[in-house]
């Protein structure tokens, strides 16, 4: 297929590295930022280019992969092109593209990207809704060329997905920066909590995160409590998060 | 070594197993529970028991395993012994044993065990602490033929790492319980979310989490911010801690 990506960013490198390693043909990258748009071209084969009316009319797919309150502007800039557009949103409506356009789609991936980290989209949720059968038989061949997991999926349930993401990705990585951050105070190397957090993830894979909790809090375990409580009397802040997520899992686990 | 384990729960079983595949002898596991004591020392070929009355004097090593507050308890009950006496507690001092014993100290695993999981040790920070030189080189040598990480920590600093692990393990596990809850709540399956977890783990094995926080609060991204909230309008106990952590990494990325 020939692809053109609206975007520069981590989701946009991320389908961009992948689409080019599976063999589609990328045309173009768009950036506001030319430079932003050129570095990533030049690794997928593609031009760069900075003016959305520089788009080329003729590609099979449109992906727009930038800031969720900046898809509407780049839509209305593709009214003149005949394949199909998408957004990688999880929590933009289809509409925001329909409004505009006759073919729109979604092409969600569930995952975390950095530009730095290339990840293969091999066992990532790719998740594809379009009002149109056609056009969704489209997505769903590009997806299972890239991935093992393709769901069909509509903008709720979409959103919820995005939602559990901010829980199970966005708050566990924050919480790995409290660590370090408590470790850091003592004089201790986050290194040695690595080893910590890698079983913790491996434990979901075949388990249900209720089933394996442990801890303090799920022991009931009062004095251990108190004491880490007293131990962040200098750090309020982490004071409360302790609080409050060891009260949660008090409720959680009655 | 000859080693006697007192205690049944999630760390014994894991650390007993680990000691007979590295070819110790393990003579007797101690439970207050005889069938756990029981079930336990078949799989490593010791002797179950149930009263500490019971226990042999002739050890090379003595390792209690069992809740913080039961430690004094079981510690008090050993003053016969000649071997050295360890505990494996993150929170506990080592004061809990030389106030009854002469050759004690602590070996302390950070890692998260369950009794269902067999978890090598390889990779596991094995944390030392002994208050006689010989004694601490015993452990050293033992921990050594266990794991490639073997740290010797005072007592203050093994508690900072107690607390960190919570922050590190106990609390993201919580996170993806939640997140399991509000999949449920829409008729999805938590199995969707595990690429996520895992690659979310994989990231900071070789980046520090700080560097590689994504989601809307790292973007201050209010509108999604705003949305995810209301979402969570019928689940008031996760829009407070949605809420708490959102603030807390605006804080720590301001």
Known sequence: ???VILGSGNVATNLAKAFDAAGERLLQI???NI???CVLAEQVGAEGISNLSEVVRNAD???ISVKDDAIEQVAQSLTEVSGLVVHTSGTTDLKSLSRYLKRVGVFYPLQTFSKSRLVSLDDVPLCLESSN???LSILIALAERLSSRVYQLDGEKRKVLHLSAVFACNFPNHLYV????VLKESGLDFDIMRPLISETADKVMSNMPFDVQT??????DETTINKHLSMLNNLPHLQEIYQTLSNSIKIIHK
Not at 178 to 181: E, H, R
Request: hydrophobic share 35%; glycine share 4%.
């Open 1 to 3: 297929m020939d692809i």
């Open 30 to 32: 768009y950036s506001p």
């Open 35 to 37: 430079e932003h748009a």
């Open 61 to 63: 797919l449109y992906i």
């Open 133 to 135: 059968d056609d056009d």
């Open 178 to 181: 409290l660590a370090a951050k």
């Open 215 to 220: 801890g303090p809090s799920v022991r009931r």
